[in-house]
């Protein structure tokens, strides 16, 4: 009896140890794969290198066609500034995550009547509104000036700023946030409607750094990554539909259910491309 007694015993903590055992284990594998997944972080230093050299050439053509756009202005050109406004904004657009960075110069540059004071508001929409509502260039010297003022000083600056991986990742899904809150339903451009012009621009930008990120994100999340490629083929595609030559049409023009289908083409977008961030472990 007393034997059979020891044999229980010895077998129930053999038992015992093999479930610590299983048990230690499991959580050593657990934590192997938490520490997995710290290692496995993508970096992105190339990348965004790349990015930031695309920055400085977009902001080289930004002053580069205001300055032109200044020149029609001073002339007294107005169809030659109206046509030159939305190319000079496109440049601005597509950048415009790394320009709000930089505190008060993207209002400076890109407030919207009432965004701002009054006696402060300059930029863009200021100029827009007297082309387009007042019909004069007259006026303007001042808005002009501080317009290229800001516009070089916004070059000056983006030659050494710091794009860290979080703000690398997100700014895809910040312009596709630009169009759906102000592009679509026409605020941004009230005066002019040339809405899609900064709409694609948005869209342009954000599909530089998806392309950037884009082999990477194949190796971690292949179904995601062409989701993504095909969904900004589909937008572009209808962006580009609205195109007469090299420019786009006024937004005016665009019916209700042209408008919606851009809309959702939009959201269909971001959604997928917030997904990056996580996926390539930048948080």
Aim: charged share 30%.
């Amino acid at each position: 009896m007393m034997k059979k007694q020891t044999t229980l015993i010895a077998l129930s903590i053999a038992t015992s140890l093999m479930v610590a055992g299983c048990s230690q284990k499991t959580e050593e594998t657990s934590k192997v794969q938490k520490d997995k997944n710290v290692v496995e972080k993508v970096k992105l230093d190339t990348e965004i290198n790349s990015y930031r050299d695309f920055v400085v050439s977009q902001t080289e053509e930004f002053v580069k066609s205001t300055q032109l756009f200044v020149n029609a202005i001073n002339a007294g050109d107005i169809e030659e500034a109206k046509r030159l406004y939305p190319i000079s904004r496109s440049y601005f657009e597509r950048i415009e995550p790394v320009a709000e960075s930089f505190g008060d110069l993207d209002p400076k540059i890109d407030a919207r009547e009432g965004d701002v004071p009054a006696e402060e508001w300059t930029g863009f929409h200021k100029i827009e509104q007297v082309l387009w509502v007042d019909k004069t260039t007259k006026g303007l010297e001042k808005y002009t000036k501080q317009l290229m003022t800001d516009a070089n000083y916004l070059r000056a600056k983006v030659e050494t700023v710091e794009i860290d991986p979080v703000l690398f990742v997100t700014g895809p899904v910040e312009l596709l946030n630009e169009v759906s809150s102000s592009k679509v339903t026409g605020e941004e451009e009230r005066y002019s409607h040339t809405d899609l012009a900064d709409f694609a621009a948005n869209v342009e930008g954000s599909h530089k750094v998806i392309e950037l990120v884009l082999p990477k994100l194949k190796e971690k999340d292949a179904e995601l990554a062409t989701t993504i490629d095909d969904r900004f083929k589909e937008l572009m595609t209808s962006l580009d539909s609205y195109k007469n030559g090299e420019q786009y049409i006024d937004y005016t023009k665009l019916k209700e259910d042209e408008v919606k289908k851009l809309a959702q083409q939009v959201d269909a977008l971001a959604e997928p491309i917030s997904q990056v961030g996580s996926t390539l472990g930048v948080n």
